[in-house]
């Protein structure tokens, strides 16, 4: 996929000046002997850091070394301040870490007191307000430290991801949709850059790209793509001609950042104008690591770039749609699951889920649209029945009021037939009945959620945390038992 970073990990040991460096130097050692054992390459800086001077030294070397994400490793106790400006100087996300004792006996010369060091460096960390990824428990060998640096990997390459990335949008907003607002200051607070468009400026593009000569190739791509699901390839040429003007839209305006994503207009002006739909397009940006989130939906696309890094593979963004009908249910899924009729629920939307994550796909127009128009105005669609399998559905949001706050559900794709249009699968999510009402409804979210295809949601709690998402406002599907607070202990 294009358009995710390639983090480069590196690690820097230290060590505090009243016990043995040699110790933190071996330690260091093993973990990244481990490391590279079973995932690839991490970069070893060979200054220990003992005082503010090594420091300094560490920090341009593993800047030289084009380190962007850094595993400051306690080796033994460390030395709290000079430790915590590491943290403070690297300009990328950093991870602190550090070495379980090995043997009983070794506990005289060779005992490190991490553990107790850890709390020392998160203390300052705190004091200097500085974060950095902290493990659910921080201490290991070197097999596990290796395990911890692996699971920081996605983390950091989501927080990189973010400082870098530009989301330009074309709107405004369809009327009468307030449910996809939200004031744009956090995106500055999270480092990320938004360009705000008209529609017309993407139409006049459009109108420039009449004659492009790359519109034959890829209306070609677009048709071996879809196969025998070709249903409208009256047009292809036209969605050709979309695709190449966002592309060159994101080339032209970019900027100084190195990743992008689209908040696009879809309706209701779109298809009089454009004369087709874009959902298409859309999934096949998306596919390639471009989200492209509908309806204006800035935190949507914003959402959707989170997944695609953290995943490193296709999301996509539905409507949070409709119940499962109780026949469909009882027939469908009450014989061959556990779940609920409350825990099921279809999600769709209308063409934007890229091919490689439909069971089979079809070219089709977007049926709600061609209620009211001409049905040629509506063609562009990708539809299909999503493919079963786990899912993470999440979104990360602003409120009206600029805080954020995020939810991360875990469950699956059904393998059932929806007998439905769109890009539309039937999903399974433990108490989403409950979810739906004191998370979803209580908590203002707009109906527009992303699916990451895989469980991802240890990963992307980590990563609203380093955002800045405070504790009590990343929610999830909590299990039976656990009641949320405004929940009715009586019903």
Known sequence: MINIPKEKLGIVAVSRDCFPMSLSEGRRKAVVEAYEKKYGSIYECPVCVENEKDMLRALEDVKAAGVDALVVFLGNFGPETPETLLVKEFPGPCMVVGASEESGDSLLDGRGDAYCGMLNASYNLYLRNLKAYIPEYPLGTAEECADMIAEFAPIARAVICLRNLKIISFGPRPQDFLACNAPIKRLYDLGVEIEENSELDLYASFLRHKDDPRIPEVAADMAAELGTGNKKPEVLNDLARYEITLLDWIEGHRGSRKYVAIAGKCWPAFQTE????????????????????????????????????????????LDINNTVPRDMYEQEIAPKYSYTQKDTFMGFHCGNTCSSKLVSC????????????????????????????????????????????????????????????????????????????????????????????????????????????????IDYNRPKGDRYPSENPFA
């Open 362 to 473: 079809e070219m089709r127009n977007q049926k709600i649209m061609a209620r009211s128009l001409p049905a040629e105005f509506t063609n562009g669609t990708l539809e299909g029945d999503i493919v079963p399998g786990k899912i993470t559905f999440y979104r990360l949001q602003s409120t009206s009021d600029a805080k954020l706050r995020a939810y991360i559900a875990e469950g699956e794709v059904l393998p059932v037939a929806t007998r439905s249009f769109g890009g539309i699968g039937v999903f399974a999510i433990p108490e989403m009945g409950r979810f739906y009402r004191h998370v979803l409804v209580e908590k203002n979210y707009p109906h527009h959620g992303a699916v990451a295809f895989g469980h991802f949601g240890k990963t992307l709690y980590e990563v609203f945390k380093y955002l800045g998402v405070a504790l009590d406002e």
């Open 274 to 317: 454009f004369k087709f739909v874009p959902c298409y397009v859309n999934s096949r940006l998306t596919a390639r690591g471009i989200p492209v989130s509908c309806e204006v939906d800035i935190f949507g696309a914003l959402s959707e770039v989170i997944g695609t890094v953290v995943s490193q593979d296709a999301v996509t963004l």
